[in-house]
């Protein structure tokens, strides 16, 4: 098993999930109605995403949420290539995510996703599955790495 510090796993797995998870978006077709995402968006809609998918299994294998979520949080910055307003932008859409109220809490984790971070990029009434679901799916991935590892404060 690979030992994850959860404060190394955005660092480490998210320049890969840039460099799959933007071309793979920008190739995609769009629903109807669905507007495509800046590119300049897109990075911090990917670790935000990733930051669910990493906070959700830690919370699965029963860590702290609470101190997983700091430590996620502070190493934010520490990814290649963010800048700060970037980091801030992926910290306010989890924050996002965190107070959108659960609605349909039967449907996958992009889904809920999706839908909460829906009106932050697009102006059309809400649609699944859709380009934008694809690509957090892309970076909520992270799970199945993680299945492998044994996360550690």
Request: proline residues 8%; glycine residues 4%; negative net charge.
């Amino acid at each position: 098993m690979i030992r994850a510090p959860i404060d190394k796993i955005l660092p480490s797995f998210m320049p890969v999930i840039f460099e799959r998870g933007i071309p793979g978006y920008i190739s995609e077709e769009l629903s109807p109605g669905e507007t495509r995402i800046p590119q300049a968006s897109l990075r911090p809609l990917l670790i935000a995403s990733a930051f669910v998918g990493t906070s959700n299994h830690a919370a699965e294998r029963g860590l702290d949420l609470d101190k997983v979520q700091e430590l996620l949080s502070r190493s934010v910055l520490a990814i290649p290539g963010v800048n700060s307003s970037e980091a801030q932008q992926a910290i306010d859409l989890v924050h996002r995510f965190e107070t959108f109220p659960i609605i349909r809490a039967d449907h996958s984790l992009d889904d809920w996703l999706c839908e909460a971070l829906w009106p932050a990029f697009q102006a059309a009434p809400y649609t699944y599955p859709s380009a934008m679901s694809k690509v957090i799916s892309h970076a909520l991935d992270i799970d199945g790495i993680l299945q492998r590892a044994a996360l550690e404060y």
